[in-house]
C-alpha cells in the first residue's frame, strides 16, 4: 500500500515500467563492465607484454584503442535510447487533464490540508490527511505550502512534488484501483518530518459522492448533556484557537479540521489509528507522541477529558 | 614540437656524492623551521600543513562516521527512542555538513597541498602562509562547528539548509548561523588551498615539465582547483551574505511574503552544491591513475582522453544543478535540458574507466592494497554511476528523490568514488609521507571488510526508497514494513566501523614499527618518488628535470637535474606557464606566526558575526596589525625576483 513497485495509476505504472527497463539495462552494463574488470584483472591473455613499462607494442596499443572507443560508443548509444524513452515518458506524464476534480492541498508543519474546489464556496469541503478520490477519474492537486517546504508523494500513484511557499505547483493522476495508499512527507520539514503522512482513499465513484455529501454536513449538534459539556470543554479549553468543527465557532486552520474527525482511520498524521484510547492519549500528551508537535498538553480533569473525548466520537 | 625545449644535460657533468652533501647540508640549514611546538605553529611547510591537514580531515571523517553509526542504530528498528527528533536532525545535519565540508573537500585538497609541489619537482607551493592560514582557518570551523554541536546548537536544518526551514522564522536561535559560518571557513579555506595549487601548477613545475607532461594526479588538482574558484563565491554568497542577512539584519532575500524566493536559494546551493560532488570526485580519480600504473606497469592508456575527461567533467559539472530541483515547480523544458546534461557526464567519466582497464589489460596487474581499493572503487563508483544516470530521468526522480534510494545513491558515488580511491591513495603514498609500509595483510581485511560494509550498509536503501521510506526521518512506523532492511543496512554500517577500525590500528602499527620504505617503495614513476621518504624540507637536493611523463621510468639510472639556486636562502624556481621553461628565481618565506593569528582573527569576526555586528568591527580590527606583520614580514626578506634566461647549470644525480 506503500511502494513505487506497485503502481495503482497510468502515471505510476509508466515510471515503474521505466524504471524496470533501466534496473534490466542498467544492471546488464554493470555486470559486463564488472565482469570486464575481473578479465582484464586476472586473465592471462597471450598478448601480454613484458614486464617493462616501455614497451607495449603497436599490436596491442591498437586493441586497447579500439576496445575503449567502443565502449564509449556503445555508453553514448545507450545513453541516447535512454534519453528517447525519458523523454517520451515525461511528455506523456506532462499531459495534464482537461478537466479534473480539483484539490487545493496545502502542507502544514506537520499535517496535510485537503479542500475540494467547487464554485460555490459554501459547497467547498476541507479535510485533512485522508484524501478520497474516486476511482478512474483525474484528479488535479493545486499545492501549497503554509510555513516550510514540503513534499506530496504518494509513490503508488504518482512521482512528488514539492509544496514551496510563494509558489503553487501542481500534481495530478488518475487511480485505476481501489484502494488506500500510503504517503508520507518527502521534503525535509523540521522535527516532525517523519511522522507527516497521508493517505489517498481511491473508491468507486458512488461510495465517494457518498463520502462527498456526507462531509459537506455539519455534524449534528451534541444530543445529550455529557455530549453538551464535552463541546464546552472544546470551545473553552484553547481547542478551537487552532481547530475547526463545522456547525459551531471554532473556525481556524493552524491544526487539521476536526468536522469529521471519526470519518478517519487515522489521527496526528497518520501516526496513530483512530482509537478511542489513543485519542485521549493524544490530547493528554500530543508531545510525547510527537515531539515538537505545534499542538500543546492541555490541563484537563479526566472527567473534562471524557466528555470532550465523548464529544469527538460524535463527529462522524 | 614538446622536444623543441628539451633541457640538454651536458655530458660529463654529474653531480658526485660529495656535492650533493654539500648541497644537502646547506639547504637543510636554511629550509629548517624552528623546532618544538612554537616550530609546529609557525610552519609554513607544504608538508607539515599538508599533513596535519590529512590528519585533522581524516578525524572529521571519523567524526562523521561515528554520527552515522548513531543515526543508523537509531533507524536500526522502527519506533526506535534512542534519539529524539532535534537531537537526529542534530545529526545528520552535522553528519553532512562534516563529510562534504570538512571531511571530503579538505582531505583533496591537502593530498593536493602535500603532493602536488613535490609532483612538480618543486622546493615549496606558491604561497606557503597563505597555505597555512588556509588550514588554520579550516581547523577553526571543525572546532567551532563540534563545540557547537556538543553545546545542543549543532545546525538541524540539513546540509542544505532549505529556507524557509533555515530562516528566521523557522529557526530561531544560532544553529543555522553555526552552519552558515562552518561553511564560510571552509569556502575559505578551499579557495585558498585552489589559488595555491593553481600557481605552484603553472608557475613552479620543474624545467621541462610541459602542461602536456603533467602527471594526471596534478592535472586532476588544477582542473578540481579551477571548479573550487567557480563554485564556492556561489555558496558563499547564498550563505554568508544572503541568507545570514535574512537572519541577522532582516533583509528578505529568501522570504516570499516580502516578496523575496525561497527557490532562489535552491539554485544557488546547487550551483555549488553539485560540483562539489565533482570537486570531491575528481581529485580521487587523480589517485587512481598513479595506482594503475604502478602496479600494472604499464604507462596509462589515453593520457589526453583522461586529461580531456577531466576538464569536460568539470565543464558540464555546472550544468546540472537543477536534477537536485526536479520536484519543484520549474518548467518541464527547462528540466529536460539538465536530464540531458546528467546523462552527458557520464560519457567522460565511463572513458575514464575504461582507459583504465585498457591499461590493467595491456599489464601484468599486481594485487597490492592500493590496486585492491582502485577495483573496489569501479565494483562500487560504477553502481552508483549507474542509479545517477537514472536520477537524471525526470520521472523516475519525482519517484526516487528525496528517498533513501537517493541515500544509496550518494554514498555509491561518494564512498565509491571519493573514499574508496583515497584508502588506495593512503596506502600508496602512506609510504613516502612516514618513511614506512602499511601492513599488507590488515590491508586488505580493512579492504574486504570495507567493500562489504559499503554494499551491505547501503544496497538495501535502494529498495526503502522506492518502498516510500523518504530521506532525513528520525523514525518510522512498524506498520511501514521497512524495518528488516534498515536492519541489515545497519549491520552495514558497524562492518564499515569495524573496517576503519583495522585501518586505524594499521596506521598506528606501521607509523611506530612498519618496514622502511626507502625512496621509491613500489618502483612508481612520479617525481616524488625521487627523493627520500620523508621527503626534506626543502623536498629535493637539485630541482629534477623533466624530460617525459614518467620521469623515474623513462631516465634509466641518472634522474636530470639543474642546479643553480642559490642554498644560502629559501629560492624556489619559477618556470613559464605553459613550457616550464626557467624564468626566475624566487624567495620563499620564512616561518611565521601570522597565519595562525589571522585565522583566529577571522574566526572572531565570522562567529562574532552571529551574536553582534560590532565583534564583525572588532574581529577586522585585530587581524589590522597581523596583515600589516605579514606585509612587512615580506618586505623584509623579499629582495624581488631575480631572473634567469636559462638554467644555469644541468648535471644528473643518481
Request: hydrophobic residues 50%; glycine residues 8%; proline residues 7%.
Amino acid at each position: 500500500m506503500h511502494s513505487a513497485f506497485d503502481p495503482a495509476s497510468p502515471q505510476a505504472h509508466l515510471i515503474a515500467s521505466l524504471w524496470w527497463w533501466m534496473l534490466g539495462v542498467g544492471g546488464t552494463i554493470w555486470i559486463i563492465v564488472i565482469a570486464t574488470m575481473f578479465y582484464v584483472s586476472f586473465t592471462k591473455h597471450r598478448h601480454r607484454e613484458p614486464d617493462d613499462p616501455q614497451h607495449v607494442s603497436e599490436a596491442t596499443h591498437r586493441r586497447m584503442e579500439r576496445a575503449v572507443i567502443a565502449a564509449g560508443l556503445v555508453t553514448v548509444l545507450v545513453l541516447t535510447v535512454f534519453l528517447g524513452f525519458d523523454y517520451s515518458v515525461g511528455h506523456a506524464l506532462a499531459q495534464h487533464p482537461q478537466r479534473a476534480l480539483t484539490i487545493n492541498v496545502t502542507g502544514h508543519q506537520w499535517w496535510w490540508e485537503a479542500e475540494y474546489e467547487d464554485p460555490d464556496p459554501s459547497k467547498r469541503i476541507t479535510t485533512a490527511n485522508e484524501i478520497h478520490v474516486p476511482v478512474g477519474q483525474p484528479v488535479q492537486f493545486k499545492l501549497r505550502a503554509a510555513d516550510v517546504i514540503h513534499s506530496f508523494w504518494v509513490p503508488n500513484l504518482n512521482g512528488k512534488r514539492d509544496l514551496i511557499p510563494g509558489y503553487v505547483s501542481s500534481q495530478w493522476f488518475r487511480a485505476d484501483t481501489a484502494g488506500v495508499y500510503r504517503g508520507q512527507c518527502a521534503e525535509f520539514c523540521g522535527l516532525q518530518h517523519a511522522k507527516m503522512a497521508l493517505y489517498i482513499v481511491a473508491e468507486p465513484p458512488a461510495k465517494f459522492a457518498a463520502w462527498m455529501a456526507a462531509a459537506a454536513q455539519s455534524p449534528p449538534p451534541p444530543a445529550d448533556s455529557a455530549r453538551l459539556y464535552g463541546q464546552r470543554v472544546f470551545l473553552s479549553s484553547g481547542c478551537a484557537v487552532c481547530h475547526t468543527i463545522g456547525g459551531t465557532q471554532a473556525q481556524a486552520f493552524v491544526g487539521p479540521p476536526l468536522t469529521h474527525l471519526k470519518s478517519r482511520a487515522t489521527i496526528a498524521a497518520g501516526t496513530l489509528t483512530n482509537t478511542r484510547a489513543n485519542l485521549m492519549g493524544w490530547i493528554t500528551n500530543p508531545q510525547a507522541i510527537k515531539p515538537g508537535v505545534r499542538m500543546p498538553a492541555y490541563p484537563l480533569t479526566p472527567l473534562q477529558l471524557e466528555a470532550l473525548v465523548d464529544y469527538l466520537e460524535t463527529l462522524k | 614540437m614538446q622536444n623543441h625545449h628539451e633541457p640538454v644535460v651536458p655530458a660529463g657533468t654529474a653531480l658526485s656524492d660529495e656535492d650533493v652533501a654539500r648541497e644537502a647540508a646547506a639547504l637543510e640549514e636554511v629550509w629548517h623551521g624552528r623546532s618544538g611546538f612554537w616550530g609546529w605553529l609557525t610552519s609554513v611547510d607544504h608538508k607539515s600543513i599538508g599533513k596535519r591537514y590529512i590528519v585533522t580531515a581524516f578525524a572529521m571523517f571519523l567524526a562523521g562516521g561515528i554520527l552515522a553509526a548513531m543515526m543508523r542504530t537509531q533507524l536500526m528498528r522502527p519506533e526506535n527512542t534512542l534519539l529524539g527528533p532535534d537531537r537526529y536532525n542534530q545529526i545528520f545535519t552535522t553528519h553532512g555538513t562534516t563529510m562534504m565540508f570538512l571531511f571530503a573537500v579538505p582531505i583533496m585538497t591537502a593530498m593536493g597541498t602535500y603532493f602536488v609541489p613535490l609532483m612538480v619537482g618543486a622546493r615549496s607551493i606558491a604561497f606557503p602562509r597563505a597555505n597555512a592560514f588556509g588550514y588554520w582557518t579550516y581547523f577553526v570551523g571543525v572546532v567551532f562547528l563540534y563545540v557547537s554541536l556538543i553545546a545542543n546548537t549543532g545546525p538541524d536544518t540539513g546540509w542544505f539548509a532549505y529556507v524557509p526551514l533555515s530562516g528566521p522564522q523557522y529557526a530561531p536561535g544560532h544553529r543555522v548561523d553555526v552552519w552558515a559560518q562552518v561553511v564560510t571557513f571552509t569556502e575559505i579555506a578551499a579557495l585558498v588551498a585552489a589559488v595555491n595549487i593553481i600557481v605552484t601548477t603553472f608557475k613552479m613545475r620543474s624545467p621541462g615539465m610541459s602542461l602536456n607532461r603533467l602527471p594526471l594526479f596534478v592535472w586532476a588538482q588544477l582542473v578540481v582547483s579551477f571548479m573550487i574558484v567557480f563554485a564556492m563565491p556561489a555558496v558563499a554568497t547564498g550563505s554568508t551574505l544572503m541568507l545570514a542577512e535574512d537572519r541577522a539584519v532582516n533583509t528578505h532575500w529568501f522570504n516570499p511574503a516580502e516578496g523575496g524566493d525561497a527557490l532562489l536559494w535552491q539554485h544557488v546551493f546547487w550551483f555549488f552544491g553539485h560540483p562539489e560532488v565533482y570537486i570531491i570526485f575528481l581529485p580521487a580519480l587523480g589517485f587512481i591513475t598513479p595506482i594503475v600504473e604502478t602496479f600494472a606497469r604499464r604507462k596509462v592508456f589515453g593520457y589526453t582522453a583522461l586529461v580531456m575527461s577531466n576538464i569536460t567533467t568539470a565543464f558540464f559539472a555546472f550544468g546540472l544543478w537543477v536534477h537536485h530541483m526536479f520536484a519543484t515547480p520549474i518548467p518541464e523544458l527547462g528540466q529536460s535540458l539538465f536530464t540531458a546534461a546528467s546523462m552527458l557526464i557520464a560519457i567522460p567519466t565511463g572513458i575514464q574507466i575504461f582507459c583504465w582497464l585498457a591499461t590493467l589489460w595491456a599489464g601484468r596487474p599486481e594485487f597490492r592494497v592500493p590496486l585492491l581499493f582502485v577495483l573496489g572503487f569501479i565494483f562500487t563508483f560504477v553502481n552508483g554511476g549507474i542509479t545517477g544516470v537514472m536520477l537524471a530521468s525526470v520521472a523516475f526522480d519525482k519517484q526516487a528523490h528525496d528517498t533513501f534510494f537517493v541515500v544509496a545513491h550518494l554514498h555509491y558515488v561518494l564512498i565509491g568514488g571519493g573514499v574508496m580511491p583515497l584508502f588506495g591513495a593512503f596506502y600508496f603514498w602512506f609510504p613516502k609521507i612516514t618513511g614506512r609500509m602499511l601492513d599488507e595483510t590488515l590491508g586488505k581485511v580493512n579492504f574486504w571488510l570495507f567493500l562489504i560494509g559499503v554494499n551491505v550498509a547501503f544496497f538495501p536503501m535502494h529498495v526503502l526508497g522506492l518502498e516510500g521510506m523518504p530521506r532525513r526521518v528520525y523514525t518510522y512506523l512498524s506498520s511501514t514494513g521497512w524495518g528488516p532492511l534498515n536492519l541489515v543496512s545497519t549491520i552495514g554500517a558497524y562492518v564499515i566501523a569495524l573496517s576503519v577500525v583495522v585501518f586505524l590500528v594499521n596506521v598506528i602499527k606501521s607509523w611506530i614499527g612498519g618496514e622502511a620504505a626507502g625512496h621509491n617503495p613500489w618502483n612508481s614513476s612520479g617525481l616524488e618518488w625521487a627523493t627520500s621518504s620523508p621527503p626534506p624540507p626543502y623536498n629535493f637536493v637539485h630541482v629534477p628535470v623533466t624530460t617525459s611523463r614518467h620521469p623515474l621510468w623513462d631516465t634509466d639510472v641518472h634522474l636530470p637535474v639543474m642546479t643553480g639556486l642559490r642554498s644560502d636562502r629559501r629560492e624556489v624556481l619559477i618556470t613559464t606557464t605553459f613550457d616550464a621553461r626557467p624564468d626566475h628565481r624566487h624567495e620563499d618565506p620564512e616561518p611565521s606566526i601570522w597565519p595562525l593569528y589571522l585565522a583566529l582573527c577571522m574566526g572572531l569576526t565570522f562567529i562574532g558575526s552571529i551574536f553582534s555586528p560590532y565583534l564583525v568591527l572588532v574581529g577586522l580590527g585585530a587581524s589590522l596589525p597581523g596583515l600589516l606583520a605579514w606585509a612587512w614580514q615580506s618586505l623584509n626578506s623579499h629582495r624581488g625576483p631575480d631572473r634567469v634566461a636559462a638554467p644555469d647549470v644541468l648535471a644528473e644525480t643518481t
